[in-house]
């Protein structure tokens, strides 16, 4: 094995024994509270630049996939009061099915093209949804949380160690992606993709293998959101912010390499629970804009950029 | 029964392709060897890049049969044709812009049909290398693409498409822009990639590259082809030189 893919995994088991000790020491749930949403939002972030930053295919349904994963945790607790685990896991298929669809959109659209299209498929699953009432309907639906599973004391604990756990897997996924040939490949499909078809790069398979990795990752995120909230209605599920917060947390992180989206979720992450808790949740919207636009214009590498941490991509891959 | 080492690496039957009411390439038939040098000309306009594009999978032919080394490839994707052995150059460079000129080779050996030869990533590193040393562009290995000159900009797409270590290599006017000694040095590769039995199809408006390059020449107007043979007879025949002269 390499050493940084030893020094890798170090630092993701370091990183999961500091949340569980955490969640150990920390009597108060208000921090795992506000925590749990950005932790969401790394492994949102991260999974969205598969496709959007690697490949290039701007994607704007996340909610999309986001809301299938809360809603297939819905269905699940409803039908069979499946434990949490399994709504993640058939999260994680239904999102990669639905992935390959969106996948199978990149045959004949791209740009701005691909992207109306999956706003557009966004709308006909929250419509779809909405008039489902099996799992609510409009009017959404109350969710009871199953007893908590020992060691942890209280329900919000688990799940933040739960979606820390996820964010391991989603940014373990993306770093090897990257490393890969595959990694690569998406490259050279964004940068040209006839020329990365004449150069043996078999790039409709390279992008259905994105849809379905990126899409997988982003449902299983969204699947502990129902009993997160205890409550799911389709209109916060889909809500197009969450599709908006991942293209900016993505594009200000930098997509050249996985820490940017990292990055670029913690800051935006922590500025947007910041300003819940001190102005107002609205405010967030604002912050959001204007920051993606101060990027745009002053790094449109983003935080990466800035840094100049492109070299570690060329030669030591970390 | 032709035997094996006679029969044409490249056959091109009753290839038609149209865009709406415009028929761009009519019923082109035509062989072309292994290893064998075969110069593509005609004015502008005259189907050229089109017939390239049938060959490389860009485009599908509208009616015909493309067969290469002995398989009816006329279905088959870009990407497919590559591996088995077909690769291009583009008319107006298309490089991978994000990437360093080195990366961009190992894009193709990271995916090349050969893969399993070069099986570390070190390997395949030192097979970029020694096509950019053979084109003359080993200097500007780790600069990104977007520094590079036109004419490096065309080099590289010739090392890219020989990285993917082609049967078949077209170069659709790499010489375009090109000094009299450039021109030479980029003719003195193709003709020493020519004699490891790759076949080249070079489409070229410098004509005294063309003539000296060329084992067989073709030339097309308005999509068809109006004469084919050795390049003295090509040149000398009267229809071609109306062609490209105007009456």
């Known amino acids: 094995m390499q050493k940084s893919t030893i020094a890798f995994w170090c630092g993701a088991a370091a990183f999961l024994a500091f949340v569980f000790v955490l969640t150990r020491t920390i009597g108060n749930e208000y921090p795992f509270f506000a925590g749990y949403v950005i932790l969401q939002f790394v492994v949102l972030s991260v999974a969205w630049s598969i496709l959007g930053g690697y490949a290039g295919y701007v994607n704007f349904g996340t909610n999309a996939f986001f809301g299938v994963g809360v809603y297939t945790a819905v269905l699940l607790l409803k039908a069979f009061e499946a434990p949490l685990l399994v709504q993640i896991a058939v999260a994680a298929i239904i999102g990669s099915l639905l992935g390959l669809g969106v996948g199978l959109l990149t045959l004949r659209m791209r740009g701005i093209f691909f992207s109306i299209a999956t706003i557009a498929l966004a709308i006909i699953i929250e419509t779809s949804v909405t008039n489902w009432r099996f799992v609510g309907g409009a009017a959404g639906i109350q969710l009871q949380r199953p007893p908590v599973t020992p060691p942890f004391d209280s329900?919000?604990?688990?799940?933040?160690?739960?979606?820390?756990?996820?964010?391991?897997?989603?940014?373990?996924?993306?770093?090897?992606?990257?490393?890969?040939?595959?990694?690569?490949?998406?490259?050279?499909?964004?940068?040209?993709?006839?020329?990365?078809?004449?150069?043996?790069?078999?790039?409709?398979?390279?992008?259905?293998?994105?849809?379905?990795?990126?899409?997988?990752?982003?449902?299983?995120?969204?699947?502990?959101?129902?009993?997160?909230?205890?409550?799911?209605?389709?209109?916060?599920?889909?809500?197009?912010?969450?599709?908006?917060?991942?293209?900016?947390?993505?594009?200000?992180?930098?997509?050249?390499?996985?820490?940017?989206?990292?990055?670029?979720?913690?800051?935006?992450?922590?500025?947007?629970?910041?300003?819940a808790v001190t102005i107002s949740s609205e405010v967030n919207v604002l912050v959001l804009g204007c920051m993606l636009v101060l990027f745009v214009v002053a790094a449109p590498k983003g935080i990466l950029g800035l840094f100049a941490l492109l070299p570690l991509r060329k030669g030591k891959r970390t | 029964m032709i035997a094996a080492d006679q029969m044409p690496l490249l056959r091109i039957e009753a290839l038609t392709r149209s865009f709406g009411g415009f028929v761009a390439l009519d019923n082109i038939n035509v062989d072309i060897r292994k290893g064998e040098r075969f110069g593509l000309i005609g004015p502008n306009g005259s189907g050229k890049t089109t017939l390239v594009n049938c060959i490389s999978g860009a485009l599908r032919p509208s009616k015909g049969v493309v067969t290469f080394a002995g398989s009816d490839i006329t279905l088959l994707s870009p990407n497919q044709r590559s591996h088995r052995g077909i690769a291009r150059s583009f008319q107006i460079p298309r490089p991978f812009r994000s990437m360093t000129v080195i990366e961009n080779l190992m894009v193709a050996l990271d995916f090349a049909a050969h893969r399993h030869l070069l099986e570390s990533a070190l390997h395949r590193r030192d097979a970029a290398m020694a096509v950019l040393t053979r084109i003359g562009l080993a200097a500007k290995a780790d600069s990104p693409t977007a520094t590079l000159t036109q004419v490096e900009l065309r080099k590289m797409e010739l090392a890219r498409a020989m990285a993917t270590g082609p049967k078949l290599l077209i170069s659709d006017e790499a010489m375009a822009g090109l000094s009299t000694s450039e021109v030479d040095e980029v003719l003195d590769l193709l003709i020493s990639l020519c004699g490891e039995d790759i076949a080249i199809i070079m489409i070229e408006h410098i004509m005294q590259a063309v003539m000296r390059f060329s084992e067989r020449v073709m030339c097309l107007d308005a999509g068809r082809i109006i004469a084919i043979g050795t390049p003295d007879e090509v040149m000398g025949n009267p229809r071609v030189q109306e062609a490209y002269l105007g009456t």
């Open chain 1, 155 to 275: 329900y919000v604990k688990m799940l933040f160690f739960v979606q820390a756990l996820l964010v391991v897997v989603a940014v373990a996924t993306t770093r090897s992606i990257q490393n890969s040939r595959i990694g690569r490949g998406l490259q050279a499909l964004r940068d040209d993709e006839l020329a990365a078809e004449c150069t043996g790069v078999p790039t409709l398979r390279l992008k259905l293998l994105a849809c379905v990795i990126s899409g997988a990752l982003i449902s299983a995120g969204g699947a502990p959101a129902a009993l997160y909230l205890q409550y799911a209605n389709p209109e916060s599920a889909f809500n197009l912010n969450y599709s908006v917060s991942v293209l900016a947390m993505s594009l200000i992180g930098g997509t050249a390499h996985w820490i940017g989206p990292v990055l670029g979720a913690i800051l935006l992450g922590t500025t947007q629970q910041l300003l």
